[in-house]
């Protein structure tokens, strides 16, 4: 069983950048799909990117052209970047994580927009 902690969060203005972690640790198997999500107050929780160990990264439209993920595997860590954050961003992220066959969330963490 992995875990996984999210960090990186925080407050930013809009049009301004921030860049979250998510350290996966525990009995890591192989480590396949690496995602982000985020779930704003009153909305259910929605897909943001994904990026699998091999190949080319997925966005979701609201992102794409914004935010980058990535990941470190040498460090089992998926981070986003998210730059020209705007009004519509603040959200808990939540990273999700492929290990084998198994799917593990973080506990998530909190992104405030505010000028």
């Known amino acids: 069983q992995v875990q996984l902690l999210e960090s990186g969060g925080g407050w930013v203005q809009p049009g301004g950048s921030l860049r979250v972690s998510c350290v996966v640790s525990?009995?890591?198997?192989?480590?396949?799909?690496m995602a982000w999500y985020r779930q704003a107050p009153g909305n259910e929780r929605e897909w943001g990117a994904t990026?699998?160990?091999?190949?080319?990264?997925g966005y979701a439209d609201f992102v794409k052209g914004r935010f980058t993920i990535s990941r470190e595997d040498a460090k089992n860590t998926v981070y986003m970047q998210m730059d020209t954050i705007n009004p519509e961003d603040p959200a808990v992220y939540y990273c999700?994580?492929?290990?084998?066959?198994?799917?593990?969330w973080g506990q998530g963490i909190q992104v405030t927009v505010s000028a």
């Open positions: 990026i699998p160990k091999y190949g080319s990264a």
């Open positions: 999700n994580v492929m290990d084998w066959n198994a799917i593990s």
């Open positions: 525990g009995t890591i198997v192989s480590l396949g799909d």
